[in-house]
């Protein structure tokens, strides 16, 4: 459909209902990890780009994917068989 791009993307949930200090914790752990220099090379040579996000812009990310492949399903018709 013309302007849409899709890419690609994973990202690491935890069960609802998980303490927040628990997410912070997960949350800045894992933004560390990926600030590292090796790591940041590992997915460099992966052609990958990362994203490190707070829980707010994770939120914020995943309702915007939500309505633009809404969109875009709604827009081509496609249905559930």
């Known amino acids: 459909m013309p302007g849409y791009e899709h890419t690609g993307w994973f990202g690491i949930m935890a069960p609802a209902g998980t303490p927040q200090p628990i997410i912070?914790?997960?949350?800045?752990?894992?933004?560390?990890m990926l600030a590292r220099a090796d790591v940041k090379a590992y997915w460099a040579k992966q052609d990958t780009e990362t994203m490190p996000m707070t829980p707010a812009q994770t939120e914020a990310?995943?309702?915007?994917?939500?309505?633009?492949?809404?969109?875009?399903?709604?827009?081509?018709?496609?249905?559930?068989?």
């Open 24 to 32: 912070d914790l997960l949350n800045a752990e894992i933004r560390a």
């Open 61 to 81: 990310f995943l309702r915007a994917e939500i309505e633009k492949w809404t969109k875009v399903v709604k827009a081509a018709n496609i249905k559930l068989e």
